[in-house]
């Protein structure tokens, strides 16, 4: 049964970091291209930040230079360090995995608040 598991949101101060992380089941993972959306309250979905199986990595500009997307195929997790955090970056934080279908993790809250 394939599963993403998104521990690692929580609650942290403008210019703070955080590593999100998730740990993939169920696929064959180093076949996957995977990604970290995000949701903010009453916009839509968008995606931060992807890594391919190739490890080429594409992010959006707004988190261009903060955000690093990562993978460890043995470990079968892609991670995303991010560092400088807005406000903005308030989100429910998604993990996306893509190769002939869509599968998607749980999400998770990022919450940046003084």
């Known amino acids: 049964q394939m599963q993403l598991v998104e521990p690692g949101g929580g609650l942290v101060q403008p210019g703070g970091s955080l590593r999100l992380s998730c740990a993939a089941s169920g696929i064959t993972f180093n076949m996957y291209t995977m990604a970290w959306y995000r949701q903010a309250p009453g916009k839509q979905r968008e995606m931060a930040a992807q890594i391919t199986r190739l490890y080429t990595t594409t992010y959006t500009d707004s988190v261009k230079g903060r955000f690093t997307i990562s993978r460890d195929n043995a470990k079968n997790t892609v991670y995303l360090q991010m560092v400088s955090l807005k406000p903005e970056d308030t989100a429910v934080y998604y993990c996306?995995?893509?190769?002939?279908?869509?599968?998607w993790g749980q999400g998770t809250q990022v919450t940046v608040s003084s």
């Open positions: 996306k995995a893509t190769a002939f279908t869509d599968y």
